[in-house]
Each structure stands twice: as C-alpha cells, then as structure tokens.
C-alpha cells in the first residue's frame, strides 16, 4: 500500500512542480520513447515472440508500427492541438477574449492488456504525456516478457530527473492497490467484468475513466458480394495473433444458402496464408496461457466443426477452427470467444442479423461485407457499436483521426490520435473580460426592470 | 424494482429507431419551446415559491438562457448530426471514414433544486438533440417546480420515449438500479460519487456536474467599484446558491479596506437599504439548507449585512472578514448569500492557496494588469476560468461547461451536450475492389511486403525540429 502511495504521490509531486507543461518537455519525452522503439526493436520483438510466438514482420507491423505512427502524428500535431481554441462570441462578450484552454489532468494511469502488450500500453502512454501528465503504467503481467521490459526500457529513456513516469508491474492484489489510489484519469484496456471493478474504484476519487472492453463483434456476410475477398479479409482479421485481438471479428451471420462458400473460401484462404501445417507456419501464433488455452477449446464441446479443431495443450496451440449452423445459445456465442474459432450463425435476412445483434450487448467493432451500398447504410443506421469497418475488418482502428473506442458494455471513451490528446487533457473554459465597460454591464444588476431583460 | 417498466417500455421505443430521424427531434426541442413560452407565468411562480426568485432573475437564468440553448440547438443541430468525415492515409484515399454520431439509447438526467428549469432542461436539449429516450428525475427540494414539470412536461413531449419521475432519495437509488446508457447528474461531490458508483455496475458513462468552492482573487491594482458590483451580482445572484457563485474573496488586507464600502454600496444599489424588502433578492430553499447556511456566519466577523430571518428562509447579503482557513465556512461549499474574505500577502499566496484545496468548477481574478489575471489562469486548475467577471463564462454556449477533479467530469452547453449525449462512432466504407492491395498484409509474412505496409501507411514527419 505504502509503495503505491508513494509512486503515486512521487508523481503527482512532480506534475505540481510544472514540469511537465511546456511543448518542449513533452516533444523530449516523445521523442525519447520514438528512440527506444527504434534502438530496442530486437529486445521488443523478442518479447512478443516469446508472449505471443508472434513472428518478427507480423509484431512489427501491429504493435511497433502503430506506435511509430502514433509518435510522429503527436510530435507533429502537438502545438495545434495544445493551442488555446477561440470561440464565438455573444453580443454581451463582444470585448472579451473567449476560449477553450487545453490543460494536463494531472497524474494518469495506463492499465494495459496482454494481447497487443507493447501497443497497449504505449499509445496511451504518448497521449497522456503528450497532454503534459505524469503517468503510471501498468502493463499486463500475463504477457510478462513484454511487462519486464517495459519496466526495464520506460525508465531508460524518459525525463531521469524526476518522477513523472514509473512502471508498475505485478497481478491482480497490485493492480487492486493501485486502483486505491487517487489518480485524475484512468485508461484501462481488458475485459467488461474487471472494467466495472476499475470504474467502481474510480468512481470513490470521482476519476473520469476510458475503458477499451470488448464483447462480440458480429460480422455480417450479404449474398451479394465478392465472396472470395470477403472471407480473404475476414481470415485475416479473425486468425491473427491466434484469434486475440479485440476488433476482431468474433462470429459470422450470413444466409444458410451461403455458409459452405464461406466455409470453402476461408479454407482455402487459411492454405494460403499458413501453408498446409499452421503450426509449422511461422506466422501462426499461440494462445497466450494454459488458462486461455482451456477456455477456448471448451467452446469446441458440441459444436459441428467444419474445419480445423485440432489443439496441442504443450504449446497452447488451437488450429484455425470454423463452426457451423452454431445455435446462439450455445456457450460460443456467450462469451468473447478471443481464440481462433469462427462460429457461423444461419440469419435468413438483413432484418434478422440487425435484430440479432441489437438483442446482445453493444459490440466493440462491427462488420458487414455487401456490394450494396444502401444495406451498409441501414446496418450502420440501424446498430450501435465501438466503431465499424464496412467490406473489411480491423482497418477502422487505423485511420489516425477516427475515435477508438467501445459503448455500452464494450467500453467507454476513446483515443488514439487526437482523441488521445482530449482525453488526457481537460478543457478549461476561459473568459477574459475588461474591468472597464461596466456600463454594458448595468443590464444584469439587480433592481431588475422587464424592459431590461427584454433587451 | 418499481421502474423497470417504465425503463423497459422506454428502451422499446428507442429500439423501434423513433427518436432517431431528425424531424423527431426537431419537433420535440420545438415543443419543449411551447412549454417555456406556454408555461413561463407558472414557472416564474413554481421557483418563486420554491427559493424566492425575483422574476427577473427567473426568466434570466430558468427561461432566457433555456432558450438560448433551445435555438443554439435547433440551429446547428443538422450540420451536429452530420457524419464528420476525416483525413486518410494513402492506402485509404479511395474509401470513406467518417465519424457517426450515434444516440446512447436511454438516458436518466438528474437536476437539482436551485436552478430546478434550467438544470433539467439544458441537458435534456442534448439528450434530445442527440436522439435519445430521456428519463428527467426532477429534485425534490424544489417542490413546487417538481411538480409543474412532472404535471405538465410529459404533454408536451411524446410519451413513448420521454418521462418525468418524482421522489427523493429512496426513490433515485431504486431508479439507479436500472441499466440506462447514459446518467447526467448535477449536484453535490459526495452523491456524485454514489451515482458513478451505481453507473459502474452497468458500465453506464456519466457526466458529472458537482461543485467546490470557487475562489476570487482580487489584486491590488483595479477598479474597485466595478469589482465590488460584479463580484456582488454574482455571489448573491439567487441568494448565493449558484454552483459557479464565487464562494469566497482573496485580496490584501489594503483590498479589503477599499472592498467592503464598494460592496456596500453595491449590495444597496441591487438591493436598497433592506435587501428583505427587496423584489430581486432570493430566499433560500429549504429550512435544512437554511440552518446550514445559517451556521457558517459563525465564521470570522459580520461586516456587512448578517441578518437572518428563519420564518422567510431569508438571509441578508453578508460579507464576512477576519476569516481564518480552518474556520467551518471555508470547510464546504457556501450555497448562501455569505462572501468571506481571506486575506493573503499577494498573488503568489492567493495562487498557492487555491492549489492546495480541491479544484473548484470556477476561479475568478480581478486585476487591471492582464498579466495578473493570466498568471492565475495558468497556474492553478479549475472547471472553468473568468477573469474580471463572475458567472458569465457560463453563458457563452460556444464553451463547454463542466467541472475537473471533485468539481466534476463531463462539460455540456451547446455543442458540447450533443457530443456529451452521442457515442462518436469511428466508421470506414471501403470497397470489395483493389484486394491485391491489400497483399502486402497477408501472411505468409515477409520483408519485402512489410516494406509496402510501412511505406503506404506511416505518417511522416513534416518538421524535424519544429520546436526545439
């Protein structure tokens, strides 16, 4: 408890004493991390592949890259999102200077996740000091390859002079004594029912949270559309990083008529991409532990295998699996499955996807696959959901200016890009009057007259 | 649980799509128009009776400013509900991002009892604007306008997807069972806590409106008299009981000496020799909040006014001085017509005791020096910010209005309650056509793909030493 309290009041020392206000600071710290990513590429790379057996070019492309990007677009931005906004003016504030101040929070707390362990804690990471906060990261201790070397490189290459930022690593007890301190904004990424527990925690410091959840992200495949390419791209986002990423597409809805193509397409898909032995390919990862490992293969029970199904409990391996005709009461379609089991769910229209999906809880991501535009139009319409891509997945939570984040039970908030810079930050409302011009003033006072007011 | 019906027939309407097309809401924002416009002679009255609202005062803060947030809306709310579309990356050029504003579903707001119109009605504009079913929880402190809105506002807006609830505590806590999809609560730090609590059971996001004591530092150099009136308007605007009154003054003791006679004539200019006598000075609400109110001129010494009248709720417009920091009216926040004055040796005093108390949802400085009233806009933390003036930043519908830390999390006005009552949707159309660009990022993976990936997709640095 005491150390906790320490760090934390360490911290928040150091973001009183101004330190972390000018741009110039904070381009430092920025510049600082886009250095570490780049002298310690080997030793980051080698902490995923030993988390997730994830392969050089594929960790790469989804966590390094992403950080890369995130960095550049903050270094860049950064003096235009920091600039105090003016805004409209009324008749009685004509004189005065009115505008949106943007200011740091204070001290904030990054809780990361373990699928995408490096990204996950580094993207919030920039916002918050981009936003000029003292931060406290703490990453997921399941991916603890990762863990130990954030720990390690974070105090390597941040401000050394003082206690801006620290790292926090550990389980369950360390994290819950975290959550006891008073922190002015958390970012959590990981599941709903732990997503509670922080908000709850939050909520006694009246701390304003982001939470990045997950839940069911239902992929719709019209009749009409280029089968080949959708189930191309829907491979890809289902099967990478073994099935563990949260915009993945969880399960499909599509027409009876059509589930064997689709069966056909992504087998043949899964061919191309893993060869004929997934788990030879070096581009096939593992699930993450034994306790994953277990869950997802209890969501096989019963189930009609179309493809796939073979597991090896030594190296946490799962074989790319679809399911078919799948009931939706059945457990796989309960929970995030989070695991590379596709499960194909018979609707017999468009009508009958939408009502499927609005009877479940607010999914993080949303997909639907369709040459006709004005059913796109109805399914975005008619749904609610974190974001969405239409006519392929995943690539909604890499356009730099669009919000990530969940609604309902799949979260709360955004960032990424400049989301991430108003997240962290707060905005001040600012009017700056003139002690003279009392006499525009003298309609307000009180003894009030009815011509007056109706000026 | 007692309101599951009325949350249940709620969420039924707001997945029918109803309130989603924008002739809805344009339509109920209008009538909601009709009832300040229909109903204005009754409201004067309702907050009359309820805290002693001079009419001017009333139609100023409970029907004029609701208006202006009414047409503010009812102007822009087209181009608001517009997808708002963004920049893309090369690889992207040729499909559509956008951000969608898509409506929460049931949304609960919860007002309280000193400005009981303005409080509901301003965050239900947005709730409404955003399209959304509302539950309005009215305060029940405010009797009188309770029931004016429970009895008279369901007429005027569709019955399927908006309703009034009545009660008080018991009553809130068994509505806080229910799940709803958004919870906009104004009122007290500690029951925002209880609310947020009860929303993290549901994971429900909140907007929190909350309070603190918002402090007033008055430099050496300015013009006193104007001073004294703006600061006096706003402290004692609706008997002090404003969320974003300044709730005490800092200056010099050389200050306060010129203050308190600029403060008297100003409190008998608004309000003449006997502010009880007085059509445009307010009572406060209740005879608990009285006594409370009433305990804290124990603090320090009365130098102006210190009247009290418990049959009327009335208490005289007060300023207290030889105030110390420990004393009970600068442990909560005031709520009355009581300003007291804390000396301190200068600005950097004044700075670093309003940095060692919570941050307040306003700060006000008042110099004739610019650079005075900029240093403590940038060295201290606050909701809001307004120099040389009190409560008028709140007016402007261009700024966003909400508090930081205990004062609360969350803004709304204008704008800012669309965006505070829509979840901003990232979405990307792209085409089924150009897979084979899409290559590069299918395994099997390799060196020569990710070269593509990286080229096609970075965002690259414009300016290398912008700064430094």
Avoid at chain 1, 3 to 9: D, N, S, W, Y
Avoid at chain 1, 162 to 178: F, I, K, M
Avoid at chain 1, 392 to 408: A, K, S
Wanted: glycine share 8%; charged share 20%; aromatic share 8%.
């Amino acid at each position: 408890m005491e150390r906790m309290q320490q760090i934390v009041g360490r911290a928040r020392a150091a973001f009183n004493s101004g330190r972390s206000r000018p741009l110039e600071f904070r381009i430092q710290q920025l510049k600082a991390l886009e250095r570490m990513v780049q002298e310690k590429e080997k030793e980051i790379l080698a902490a995923l592949k030993a988390d997730l057996h994830k392969s050089g070019p594929n960790a790469y492309s989804h966590e390094i890259l992403g950080v890369l990007r995130e960095l550049a677009l903050a270094m860049e931005k950064l003096p235009s999102w920091a600039a105090p906004q003016p805004v409209r003016n009324d008749l009685l504030t004509m004189r005065d200077e009115a505008y949106i101040g943007y200011e740091p929070l204070g001290v904030v707390l990054v809780i990361g996740a373990w699928n995408y362990p490096f990204v996950l804690v580094m993207q919030p990471l920039i916002g918050a000091i981009a936003a000029g906060n003292a931060v406290v990261v703490k990453p997921s201790e399941v991916s603890e390859n990762t863990a130990k070397l954030v720990a390690e490189l974070l105090p390597q290459y941040l401000d050394k002079e003082s206690d801006l930022y620290a790292v926090v690593t550990g389980g369950v007890p360390e994290t819950t004594e975290l959550l006891t301190q008073r922190f002015d904004h958390i970012l959590y990424t990981g599941n709903t029912a732990v997503g509670k527990i922080v908000m709850a925690a939050a909520a006694k410091h009246l701390t304003p949270v982001t939470l990045e959840l997950g839940g069911k992200s239902p992929c719709y495949i019209d009749k009409d559309c280029d089968l080949a390419v959708a189930c191309r791209r829907i491979t890809w986002g289902k099967y990478m990083n073994c099935g563990q990423t949260c915009i993945a597409p969880d399960y499909i809805l599509c027409d009876p008529s059509i589930q064997s193509q689709v069966v056909e397409n992504i087998k043949a898909t899964l061919k191309e991409f893993y060869g004929e032995d997934v788990k030879s390919s070096p581009d096939y990862e593992r699930i993450i532990n034994q306790r994953h490992f277990k869950r997802v293969k209890s969501l096989l029970e019963g189930q009609k295998i179309a493809h796939g199904g073979e597991t090896d409990e030594a190296s946490c391996f799962i074989a790319p699996t679809i399911l078919t005709d799948v009931s939706p009461e059945s457990k796989v379609m309960e929970e995030e499955i989070f695991g590379p089991v596709l499960p194909i769910v018979s609707v017999k229209s468009v009508e009958e996807a939408i009502e499927f999906i609005n009877r479940r809880e607010k999914p993080l991501a949303l997909y639907v696959f369709s040459n006709n535009k004005q059913l796109i139009r109805r399914v975005i319409s008619e749904t609610s959901s974190g974001g969405m891509t239409a006519n392929d997945v995943i690539m909604h939570c890499v356009v730099p200016d669009l919000p990530f984040g969940g609604v309902g039970h799949s979260g709360m908030g955004a960032y990424l890009g400049r989301h991430s810079f108003e997240t962290f930050s707060h905005r001040r409302a600012c009017l700056i009057k003139d002690l003279r011009w009392e006499v525009v003033h003298k309609v307000r006072y009180p003894p009030g007259s009815m011509e007056m007011m109706h000026l | 649980n007692p309101f599951a019906g009325l949350v249940s027939h709620l969420r039924t309407s707001w997945l029918s799509g109803k309130t989603r097309p924008m002739e809805y809401r344009m339509a109920q924002l209008e009538a909601l128009g009709h009832f300040l416009d229909d109903k204005k002679q009754q409201i004067l009255e309702a907050t009359a009776s309820d805290l002693g609202k001079a009419p001017f005062e009333a139609e100023l803060s409970e029907i004029l400013l609701c208006k202006n947030e009414l047409h503010e809306t009812l102007n822009n709310l087209s181009r608001w509900m517009k997808d708002e579309q963004v920049d893309r990356t090369m690889a992207m050029q040729l499909d559509s991002a956008f951000i969608r504003k898509d409506p929460y579903g049931v949304v609960l707001i919860i007002a309280p009892w000193n400005y009981p119109i303005q409080l509901f009605l301003v965050p239900l504009i947005g709730a409404i604007a955003a399209g959304n079913c509302v539950i309005v929880k009215p305060s029940e402190v405010s009797k009188n306008t309770e029931r004016l809105v429970a009895e008279v506002l369901p007429s005027y807006l569709d019955k399927d997807c908006f309703a009034v609830v009545t009660g008080g505590v018991p009553e809130t806590t068994r509505l806080l069972e229910n799940k709803f999809d958004y919870i906009f609560f104004t009122g007290t730090s500690s029951v925002g806590r209880i609310i947020m609590t009860a929303a993290a059971k549901h994971l429900t996001p909140v907007t929190l409106e909350l309070g603190g004591k918002n402090p007033c530092y008055v430099a050496d150099t300015c013009d006193v008299t104007n001073v004294a009136r703006r600061v006096a308007w706003g402290r004692f605007f609706n008997a002090g009981q404003t969320c974003i009154a300044p709730d005490y003054l800092l200056c010099t003791i050389e200050m306060q000496e010129k203050l308190l006679p600029a403060l008297h004539k100003a409190i008998n200019d608004f309000y003449g020799p006997n502010p009880r006598e007085s059509p445009d000075f307010g009572r406060i609400v209740s005879d608990k909040q009285f006594q409370r109110v009433q305990r804290l001129l124990g603090s320090g010494r009365v130098a102006l006014g210190g009247q009290t009248d418990e049959a009327e709720r009335y208490i005289a417009p007060t300023v207290l001085v030889d105030v110390q920091p420990s004393d009970p009216i600068m442990q909560e926040e005031i709520f009355g017509p009581i300003l007291p004055i804390v000396i301190v040796a200068n600005m950097d005093e004044a700075i670093d005791f309003i940095n060692s108390r919570e941050r307040p949802l306003a700060v006000y400085a008042f110099s004739s020096k610019d650079k005075v009233v900029n240093q403590v806009l940038e060295r201290t933390s606050s909701g809001g910010f307004c120099g040389n003036d009190t409560l008028m930043h709140v007016t402007l519908p261009s700024l966003p209005f909400g508090g930081i830390g205990n004062s609360g999390l969350g803004t709304h006005h204008g704008k800012f309650s669309f965006d505070t009552f829509s979840h901003h949707r990232g979405c990307l159309k792209r085409g089924m056509g150009r897979e084979p660009l899409n290559g590069p990022r299918y395994p099997p993976y390799s060196q020569q793909k990710f070269g593509v990936i990286r080229a096609t997709s970075k965002v690259t640095r414009k300016n290398d030493c912008t700064l430094l």
